[in-house]
Nanobody, 121 residues
């Protein structure tokens, strides 16, 4: 079993910044990748950014150049630094991980509870 807990969401003005964090806990054996997804009301959930165990990253086009994903392997934590925020970034942001744990010999997909990010003046 793996648990993901997000923090750092809130209300920010356009052009401002927020830093999200997500800590994974449980009997983790191997983390393949961790990332962030977001979902606004009436819209599909979409990938924001992800980082693989080796350090490679992917970004969605709308956030390329504005957001940066990073991780701390010792703490099983992933971060999302969000700069130059726009109103269209408003959404619930979900932490995601692909990882194996002691009770399974296969990778599984794990989700956090989500944290609200609102960009508004």
């Amino acid at each position: 079993q793996v648990q993901l807990v997000e923090s750092g969401g809130g209300l920010v003005q356009p052009g401002g910044s927020l830093r999200l964090s997500c800590a994974a806990s449980g009997s983790i054996i191997t983390v393949n990748r961790m990332g962030w997804y977001r979902q606004a009301p009436g819209k599909q959930r979409e990938l924001v950014a992800r980082i693989f165990s080796g350090g490679n990253t992917n970004y969605a086009d709308p956030v390329q150049g504005r957001f940066t994903i990073s991780k701390d392997d010792a703490k099983n934590t992933v971060f999302l630094q969000m700069n130059s925020l726009k109103p269209e970034d408003t959404a619930v942001y979900y932490c995601h991980a692909v990882a194996s744990y002691s009770g399974s010999n296969r990778f599984a997909s794990w989700w956090g509870q989500g944290t609200q990010v609102t960009v508004s003046s």
